[in-house]
Nanobody
């Protein structure tokens, strides 16, 4: 079993920054990748970014490229999502998720095995 715990959300003004954290525990040694997704009220859960568990590769949604950065601290088994130059449309619950297997499309939430509880990010204009 794997447990994921997110933190770092909150209220931030447009143009501001936050660092979201996702601490993983349990049987993570066989993991392939961790992704961040977000879900705004009344909308689907959308891909934001992912990092392979080795940390060697990262991928971003077009809407966040250049503003968000995903990284991993191997010693702490924690993945970070630095979100910067925030816009009101970035307001959402942000979730981290872990998959144990490679899939052709890692940008869909369906392939992820474990999910955190989510952390709310609210961007005021």
């Amino acid at each position: 079993q794997v447990q994921l715990v997110e933190s770092g959300g909150g209220l931030v003004q447009a143009g501001g920054s936050r660092r979201l954290s996702c601490a993983a525990s349990g049987r993570t040694f066989s993991s392939y990748a961790m992704g961040w997704f977000r879900q705004a009220p009344g909308k689907e859960r959308d891909f934001v970014a992912l990092i392979t568990w080795s940390g060697s590769r990262t991928y971003y949604a077009d809407s966040v490229k250049g503003r968000f950065t995903i990284s991993k601290d191997h010693a702490k088994n924690t993945v970070y999502l630095q979100i910067s130059n925030l816009k009101p449309e970035d307001t959402a619950v942000y979730y981290c998720a872990l998959t144990a297997n490679y899939y052709y499309n890692l940008k869909t939430p369906d392939v992820y095995d474990y999910w955190g509880q989510g952390t709310q990010v609210t961007v005021s204009s």
